[in-house]
Nanobody, 120 residues
Framework: QVKLMESGGGLVQTGGSLRLSCSTSRSIFEGLTMGWYRQAPGQQRELVAT???????NYADSAKGRFTISRDGAKNTVYLQMNSLKPEDSAHYYC??????????????WGQGIQVTVSS
């Protein structure tokens, strides 16, 4: 059973920062691309960022310049550092893992998700 354990969400004011963490097993961490998706109420899930096992990253346009995805091999953990947060970043954020594919990369496995709320 694949487990993706998210932490670090919460409430922050506009312009603030949060760091999300996602820990998993070594086999998942080393073998698959890791990612973050988000879903706001009434909207579809959307890709935020991905990072593969070579450290190559990919970002949604909405995340570029404000969010940074990174990985720590010693801890089998992926991070999403979110800066300059906006109310429109409020959503349920999901840690994911999977193979790379052009459409919905790293989407084979999903964590339970964690809430991020940005107040105006």
């Amino acid at each position: 059973q694949v487990k993706l354990m998210e932490s670090g969400g919460g409430l922050v004011q506009t312009g603030g920062s949060l760091r999300l963490s996602c820990s998993t097993s070594r086999s998942i961490f080393e073998g698959l691309t890791m990612g973050w998706y988000r879903q706001a109420p009434g909207q579809q899930r959307e890709l935020v960022a991905t990072i593969n096992n070579a450290g190559s990253t990919n970002y949604a346009d909405s995340a570029k310049g404000r969010f940074t995805i990174s990985r720590d091999g010693a801890k089998n953990t992926v991070y999403l550092q979110m800066n300059s947060l906006k109310p429109e970043d409020s959503a349920h954020y999901y840690c994911t893992a999977g193979v790379w594919r052009p459409a919905r990369p790293a989407s084979d496995y999903w964590g339970q998700g964690i809430q991020v709320t940005v107040s105006s």
